[in-house]
């Protein structure tokens, strides 16, 4: 007998329920008072002056391209290994995707190779979305060495 490994696996207890049922009766789903003390609980834990709750990571990334003004003709690195999402945010703001190899260790950027594309071949780019890939952390900080201050990181942190 085969047994079933599962995808995901979550734990939902009587309090979560009980807390899910009473923002539904409040008629405040999608925005309300609970949003608003989501991110104000999120924007202390992260030490951020700010947060947005969104619906997804699609949504996410869509709004942080255009936060950060990387709009019409830009050109965004990312990695070919993630869900379509971060390509897809790229595109939904007219930007240009360029595909970077990936590391055969942990599955995300190569900073190896990036090295090589950006200070070889002098690449040209606008932003670059690094993706946390299977819960293995980007080095974001050897990106940001890399890279200099002046670009956009865009960290895709779903699959963290």
Same mark, same amino acid.
């Given at each position: 007998?085969? *047994?079933?490994? /599962?995808?995901?696996?979550?734990?939902?207890? =009587?309090?979560?329920?009980?807390?899910?049922? @009473? %923002?539904?009766?409040?008629?405040?789903?999608?925005?309300? /008072? =609970?949003?608003?003390?989501?991110?104000? $609980? +999120?924007?202390? &834990?992260? *030490?951020? @002056?700010?947060? %947005? #709750?969104?619906?997804?990571?699609? #949504? !996410?990334?869509?709004?942080?391209?255009?936060?950060?003004?990387? $709009?019409? *003709? @830009?050109?965004?690195?990312t990695s070919p290994i993630t869900f379509v999402s971060t390509a897809n945010s790229i595109k939904?703001? !007219?930007?240009?995707?360029?595909?970077?190899?990936?590391?055969?260790?942990? &599955?995300?950027?190569?900073?190896? *190779?990036?090295?090589? =594309?950006?200070?070889?071949?002098?690449? =040209?780019?606008?932003?670059? +979305? /690094?993706?946390? &890939?299977?819960?293995? /952390?980007?080095?974001t900080k050897k990106l940001r060495k890399l890279v200099g201050q002046n670009k956009v990181i865009i960290e895709d942190a779903a699959? #963290?």
């Amino acid at each position: 007998m085969k *047994k079933t490994i /599962p995808y995901g696996r979550h734990f939902i207890d =009587k309090d979560d329920i009980e807390n899910v049922v @009473k %923002v539904l009766k409040s008629g405040s789903i999608t925005q309300g /008072p =609970k949003i608003v003390e989501f991110e104000k $609980k +999120i924007s202390k &834990f992260v *030490k951020s @002056k700010y947060a %947005v #709750a969104v619906s997804s990571c699609t #949504a !996410g990334l869509h709004l942080s391209l255009l936060a950060t003004g990387i $709009k019409d *003709k @830009k050109k965004v690195i990312t990695s070919p290994i993630t869900f379509v999402s971060t390509a897809n945010s790229i595109k939904f703001c !007219g930007n240009k995707i360029i595909l970077e190899d990936v590391d055969h260790e942990n &599955f995300n950027l190569s900073i190896e *190779k990036l090295k090589i =594309k950006i200070k070889k071949n002098n690449i =040209k780019f606008d932003a670059i +979305i /690094p993706v946390h &890939f299977a819960g293995n /952390p980007f080095d974001t900080k050897k990106l940001r060495k890399l890279v200099g201050q002046n670009k956009v990181i865009i960290e895709d942190a779903a699959h #963290a």
